[in-house]
T-cell receptor
Framework: GAVVSQHPSWVICKSGTSVKIECRSLDFQATTMFWYRQFPKQSLMLMATSNEGSKATYEQGVEKDKFLINHASLTLSTLTVTSAHPEDSSFYIC????????FGPGTRLTVT | AQSVTQLGSHVSVSEGALVLLRCNYSSSVPPYLFWYVQYPNQGLQLLLKYTTGATLVKGINGFEAEFKKSETSFHLTKPSAHMSDAAEYFCAVSDQGNTPLVFGKGTRLSVIA
C-alpha cells in the first residue's frame, strides 16, 4: 500500500508556543488529506480536511484560527497548533489517498 | 451521516479462545468498512477492509470479518486468541475511497493466559 509519513513522531512544547506537524504522502499525490485527533483512551475524530491549493475545511467545534492547515503541494500538508495549551495534548493522525485512505503513524503532542 | 457502533468497550478472552468484536454501522450509501488495531502509543494498523465483492473478508494475523448488509454489521473474528492480540480495535466506515473515515469508539481486547 501507499505510504504516509508524519514528522515529528513526538513533540513536547511549552504552553503558549506553536508547533507544526508535517504529513507527507511518499508515493502518491494527494489533493486532499484528512487530519484526525485522538485524545487518550478515546477514538479518532476528524478535525479538518486539507485541500491542496485552497482553504481547509474544519469540523464543527474545531477552531480554525488555532489549528492552521496548509496544503501547499500535492505531497505535503501541515498542521500548526498555535498558542498551544495543555488541553491540546493529543495524538494527531493524518491520512490521504484516492481509492482508499492511508494513515500516517501519528504525532503525539504534549503541551506542558 | 455515517456512524459506527462498537458493542462492548472491553472484551476479555482466554488465550486460544474465539475472539468476536462487534461492529454495526449506519450508512445511506454502500459502505466501505474497515477494522484497525492500535497498540499502546502507536498508530493504526489496518487489519482488513470491505469495499465490494466477497462479503467474507480475510485480514492479517488470522482475523476475518463478514459484511452483513441485512444486519448492518461487520463483526471481527479470530478463531484462537493469542496474547499478542491484546490491543485496541477500531471499526470504521466511509462512503468512498477518497473520503474520511468515521470511527467507532473502540474495543479494548484483553487476552488472559
Amino acid at each position: 500500500g501507499a505510504v504516509v509519513s508524519q514528522h515529528p513522531s513526538w513533540v513536547i512544547c511549552k504552553s503558549g508556543t506553536s508547533v507544526k506537524i508535517e504529513c507527507r504522502s511518499l508515493d502518491f499525490q494527494a489533493t486532499t488529506m484528512f487530519w484526525y485527533r485522538q485524545f487518550p483512551k478515546q477514538s479518532l475524530m476528524l478535525m479538518a480536511t486539507s485541500n491542496e491549493g485552497s482553504k481547509a475545511t474544519y469540523e464543527q467545534g474545531v477552531e480554525k484560527d488555532k489549528f492552521l492547515i496548509n496544503h501547499a503541494s500535492l505531497t505535503l500538508s501541515t498542521l500548526t497548533v498555535t498558542s498551544a495549551h495543555p488541553e491540546d495534548s493529543s495524538f494527531y493522525i493524518c491520512s490521504g489517498g484516492t481509492s482508499e485512505q492511508y494513515f500516517g503513524p501519528g504525532t503525539r503532542l504534549t503541551v506542558t | 451521516a455515517q456512524s459506527v457502533t462498537q458493542l462492548g468497550s472491553h472484551v476479555s478472552v482466554s488465550e486460544g479462545a474465539l475472539v468476536l468484536l462487534r461492529c454495526n454501522y449506519s450508512s445511506s450509501v454502500p459502505p466501505y468498512l474497515f477494522w484497525y488495531v492500535q497498540y499502546p502509543n502507536q498508530g493504526l494498523q489496518l487489519l482488513l477492509k470491505y469495499t465490494t465483492g466477497a462479503t467474507l473478508v480475510k485480514g492479517i494475523n488470522g482475523f476475518e470479518a463478514e459484511f452483513k448488509k441485512s444486519e448492518t454489521s461487520f463483526h471481527l473474528t479470530k478463531p484462537s486468541a493469542h496474547m499478542s492480540d491484546a490491543a485496541e480495535y477500531f471499526c470504521a466506515v466511509s462512503d468512498q475511497g477518497n473520503t474520511p473515515l468515521v470511527f467507532g469508539k473502540g474495543t479494548r481486547l484483553s487476552v488472559i493466559a
